[in-house]
């Protein structure tokens, strides 16, 4: 396998979303990502009403399943003896849980001192909220990111229609994991690496949604929404977004929308003004746009090098031009599921292509081949099979 993260090995027992994003991002870059399920399998298997659903695949490509009876004391010595020649464990159980199994943080690292052992949580260890269930709304919920999308302090709060915390703290934790590899390379130490997706959300929403509580003390200032319509605006056949913040970008977004008596407004005289009184600005140009199609804006726009596109559909997504030229997107032949479409690592290496054939695994497919490179014995192995421990 090729790829930057050829040659370590990644034992996998995490989850649904949050654990298996991270891992399926380090698989496409290379890692053997062995993914430990239950007999039953992965829940995101059933959400996806299939066994290779299109949930399932995208974020479990590219790994190798082994299926354990983790409730009986030898599904759990096959993950002990896994972890002997693995440099990353991870998991997203409860707090508690996987000690309860006896495969916590100071049993494998005992087993495998320079093991990276990765504990992902919704909440962190401790906390009156620790031990609770999580899914992605919860977060957005406790994060912030559910009050920003109101309109205003009159608009009730909403989910963004997409998960984001649990994939915002997949790419957390891989780039927690290249970074931990790098330091074990350094040390020749392993160390507990944790992460919590209400930690991982709040710091993705810092820099702008919570920036206003940077300073301390302006926490009354902070309101409910973001008090100003977004930059989606209706054209006579469609939808377009544009937007304005320097001053050349303000002078071309005028002359564009044949308003050159708004550059002599005071209030858009200035990159801070402009913000200040976003909502009457915003509102004054959605007017403007309404009246002609969108391509005429959008050459208008783009001829003056205003920040300017379509507002796609989801299938036209795929028909983009620069999507096409980037490569973006690939497709191939999947057994069991036939011709499937999946997008590439979005990082590029030029010496160390990322993984190019990312199949995702049945339940317990590599079950044998698995523990054959452990050093099982075939007769262990049938013997697994046969008391119910190993599905293969």
Known sequence: MSGPLSGFRILDMSRVLSGPVATALLADQGADVIKVEPLAGDIIRA????????????????????ALDLKSAAGIDVVKRLA???DVFVQNFRPGAIEGMGLGPDVIRKINPRLLYVSV???????????????????QALSGLADMQAANENDRPRLVRTVIPDKTTGLTVAQAITAGLLERERSGEGQHIRVAMLDAMIAFLWPEALGGLTMVGNEANVKTGQRTRDLIFETQDGYITAGAISDKEWQGMCDAL??????DDDRFSTASTRIRNAPVRLEMTAEVLKTKPSAYWLERLDSRSVPCAPVLTRPQVIEQEQVKVNAL?????????????????????????????PLAPRLGEHGREI????????????????DGVLRA
């Open 47 to 66: 959400m996806s009403g299939a066994e290779l659903g299109p949930g399932f695949l995208t974020v479990n490509r590219g790994k190798r399943s082994i």
């Open 84 to 86: 002997r020649d693995t």
């Open 121 to 139: 949580s919704g909440f962190g260890e401790k906390g009156p909220y620790a031990h609770k269930r999580v899914y992605d709304p919860v977060i």
């Open 258 to 263: 044949e308003k050159p008596e708004w550059l």
């Open 329 to 357: 997107l690939f497709e191939y032949d999947h057994p069991g599921l036939g011709r499937v479409r999946q997008p590439r690592s979005a990082a590029q290496f030029d010496r160390t292509p990322t993984n190019t054939e």
């Open 371 to 386: 523990l054959s490179e452990h050093g099982y014995p075939e007769g262990d192995i049938t013997a697994l099979i046969a």
